[in-house]
Nanobody, 123 residues
Framework: QVQLVERGGGLVQAGGSLRLSCAAS????????MGWFRQASGKEREFVAA????????YHTDIMKGRFTISRDNAKNTVYLQMNSLKPEDTAVYHC????????????????WGQGSQVTVSS
């Protein structure tokens, strides 16, 4: 089992930045690919970014590329999502997830999920 706890959400003005963190405990964190997904109110959950177990490869959706950056620190069992130039449409609950399957953008590839952290961007 892997337990995931997200932190760092909050209220920010458009154009601002936030860094989310996701702390993992339980089984070996460094064995898993880590992903970030988000779900806005009334919408389906969508893929944001993923990073391989070594941190050597990252994947970001095209619409967020250049604004959002995923990274990880295996020594701290933590994965991060740096979000810059935030827009009101980025408002959502952000979830981190851990898994070993492909493809990285699919929810079904992840076995463990955090409770989520609310990010609200005001205009």
């Amino acid at each position: 089992q892997v337990q995931l706890v997200e932190r760092g959400g909050g209220l920010v003005q458009a154009g601002g930045s936030l860094r989310l963190s996701c702390a993992a405990s339980g089984r070996t964190f460094s064995s898993y690919r880590m992903g970030w997904f988000r779900q806005a109110s009334g919408k389906e959950r969508e893929f944001v970014a993923a990073i391989t177990w070594s941190g050597g490869s990252t994947y970001h959706t095209d619409i967020m590329k250049g604004r959002f950056t995923i990274s990880r620190d295996n020594a701290k069992n933590t994965v991060y999502l740096q979000m810059n130039s935030l827009k009101p449409e980025d408002t959502a609950v952000y979830h981190c997830a851990a898994g070993c399957k492909q493809p990285s953008y699919s929810e079904g590839s992840y076995d463990y999920w955090g409770q989520g952290s609310q990010v609200t961007v005001s205009s």
